[in-house]
C-alpha cells in the first residue's frame, strides 16, 4: 500500500494574520505578519528600505513612495518569517509511534522562498517522502517544514537539503527524499531571461539512495 497524500492548503495551521494598520496596496494579507513571532525593528529595515530608493535615483517623499519603505519593510519580514520558527521543534510536537513501514509521499507543496544572492522570489513545488521506522508524523508539519524553511533567504539547494535533514533528524526514518521544482525570478528578470526554465533539485537519504527501486518509485509517484 502506498499512501500519497496531496495537501489542500500549505499553511492550514498558521494562516496569515491581518495587519494591525491595514495595509496601504488595499490587500490585508499581503504585508501582515504576526507581530509576537517578529520582534526584529521594523524601523531599522524601513529606514534601509528608504536609503534603498534614494540609491536607485528615487525620491522617497514622492506621494506613491511615502508609505513605501514601511510596506515593504513588513512585506520583508513577512517574506523571511521563516527566521523565527524552529523546523526541527515543529515536527517534533507532532510525532506518532505508528507500525507503518511503506513509502509516505506529500506531493505538490507551494513553495515561496527567496534567493538569497538577488534577494528575488523564487517558487514552485515541493515533494517530500520518508519511509518510517516505527514514527510518522502528522502530514501538514511536512509541508510547514517546506514552509519554515523558504521563508528564510536561501538558495534552492540548501533548501532542499534542509528540509531532508529535518525529517532525517528528528523521525530518524528509513529514508527520505525531497525534489524541489522552481522558477527563479532572478533568471527570469535578469540577463538570462530563459522565461519558462525550471530548475530541479533533490535530496536523499537512507533507502532512497542504497535502494534503486525506492527511489524509482518516488520519482514515478511525484510525476504529473
Ligand atoms: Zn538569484
Avoid at 504585508?31 to 534614494?54: I, N, Q
Avoid at 538569497?116 to 501538514?140: Q, T
Amino acid at each position: 500500500m502506498k499512501q500519497e497524500i496531496i495537501p489542500s492548503v500549505l499553511s492550514e495551521n498558521n494562516p496569515p494574520q491581518p495587519s494591525d494598520q491595514g495595509c496601504c496596496c488595499g490587500d490585508d494579507e499581503c504585508c501582515s505578519v504576526a507581530p509576537e513571532t517578529d520582534t526584529r525593528t521594523a524601523g531599522e529595515l524601513s529606514d534601509s528600505v528608504y536609503a534603498l530608493l534614494e540609491g536607485l535615483g528615487e525620491d522617497p517623499k514622492r506621494e506613491g513612495l511615502l508609505k513605501t519603505p514601511e510596506r515593504v519593510a513588513r512585506s520583508l519580514r513577512f517574506l523571511t518569517r521563516g527566521y523565527t520558527e524552529n523546523p526541527e521543534e515543529l515536527l517534533k510536537n507532532a510525532v506518532f509511534t505508528e507500525t507503518y513501514d511503506e513509502m509516505v509521499v506529500v506531493r505538490d507543496i507551494d513553495l515561496f522562498s527567496m534567493c538569497e544572492h538577488h534577494l528575488l522570489p523564487f517558487f514552485g513545488k515541493a515533494y517530500v517522502a520518508y519511509i518510517p521506522d516505527g514514527k510518522i508524523v502528522g502530514l501538514s508539519k511536512l509541508a510547514r517544514v517546506v514552509e519554515v524553511f523558504s521563508r528564510r533567504l536561501q538558495v534552492q539547494e540548501r533548501l532542499t537539503q534542509q528540509i531532508r535533514d529535518a525529517i532525517q533528524n528528528v523521525l530518524n526514518p528509513k529514508g527520505v527524499g525531497v525534489v524541489i521544482e522552481a522558477r527563479h525570478l532572478c533568471m527570469v528578470m535578469r540577463g538570462v531571461e530563459k522565461l519558462n526554465s525550471v530548475t530541479t533539485t533533490s535530496a536523499m537519504s537512507g533507502q532512497f539512495i542504497t535502494s534503486q527501486s525506492t527511489r524509482s518509485e518516488f520519482l514515478r509517484l511525484i510525476k504529473p
